[in-house]
């Protein structure tokens, strides 16, 4: 038997933790990089809070948001590739802060010079896998946000 399987299967398992063993009001925030590994980002939030990242991108399709008081102790962990998120970003007035506090560092950031937009892409899980997609112009401004059926997946999956 290879080894390489069980790495595998011990790296996706350490990749998807989701931080249910920790304690809000009692969890710092070094227990929690301790327990979900290195954040991948690390923002500002407001009353003095700080959120820090932890997206499973892509295999794991969630990224979590671990909130800290200005305390230095946890809030609460959140799964942030939601639809209700994808709704709150509203085209010609979000920005591209109000895209990382919300849901994160993206998988990818494609250019698309000619359309004068970068997009950026999160893998997520709703139903089925599914993609978000954030469309961001040059000034920092979201034109366009929306989810859909993962198509890749599905051609995976074949006819249901």
Same mark, same amino acid.
């Given at each position: 038997?290879?080894?390489?399987?069980?790495?595998?299967?011990?790296?996706?398992?350490?990749?998807?933790y989701?931080?249910?063993? *920790?304690? #809000?009001?009692? +969890?710092?925030? &070094?227990? !929690?990089e301790?327990?979900? /590994? %290195?954040?991948?980002?690390?923002? $500002?939030?407001?009353?003095?809070?700080?959120?820090?990242?932890?997206?499973?991108?892509?295999?794991?399709?969630?990224?979590?948001?671990?909130?800290?008081?200005?305390?230095?102790?946890?809030?609460?962990?959140?799964?942030?590739?939601?639809?209700?998120?994808v709704?709150? *970003?509203? #085209?010609g007035v +979000?920005?591209? &802060?109000? !895209?990382?506090?919300?849901? /994160? %560092?993206?998988?990818?950031?494609? $250019?698309?010079?000619?359309?004068?937009?970068?997009?950026?892409?999160?893998?997520?899980?709703?139903?089925?896998?599914?993609?978000?997609?954030?469309?961001?112009?040059?000034?920092?401004?979201?034109?366009?946000?929306?989810?859909?059926?993962?198509?890749?997946?599905?051609?995976?999956?074949?006819?249901?």
């Amino acid at each position: 038997m290879r080894a390489w399987p069980l790495a595998l299967l011990l790296l996706a398992g350490c990749a998807g933790y989701d931080g249910r063993t *920790l304690v #809000p009001g009692q +969890s710092s925030a &070094a227990e !929690v990089e301790k327990i979900m /590994g %290195p954040a991948a980002d690390k923002r $500002a939030g407001p009353d003095g809070e700080s959120v820090l990242w932890f997206p499973r991108l892509p295999a794991g399709r969630v990224s979590y948001a671990a909130r800290i008081g200005k305390d230095d102790r946890l809030i609460a962990v959140e799964q942030r590739l939601t639809k209700e998120n994808v709704e709150r *970003l509203k #085209p010609g007035v +979000s920005r591209e &802060a109000d !895209v990382r506090d919300l849901l /994160g %560092p993206p998988e990818r950031i494609d $250019a698309f010079p000619r359309q004068q937009r970068d997009a950026w892409t999160y893998q997520a899980q709703g139903i089925q896998p599914q993609l978000i997609v954030v469309q961001v112009s040059p000034d920092g401004v979201v034109r366009e946000a929306y989810m859909y059926d993962d198509p890749a997946q599905s051609a995976r999956d074949g006819p249901r």
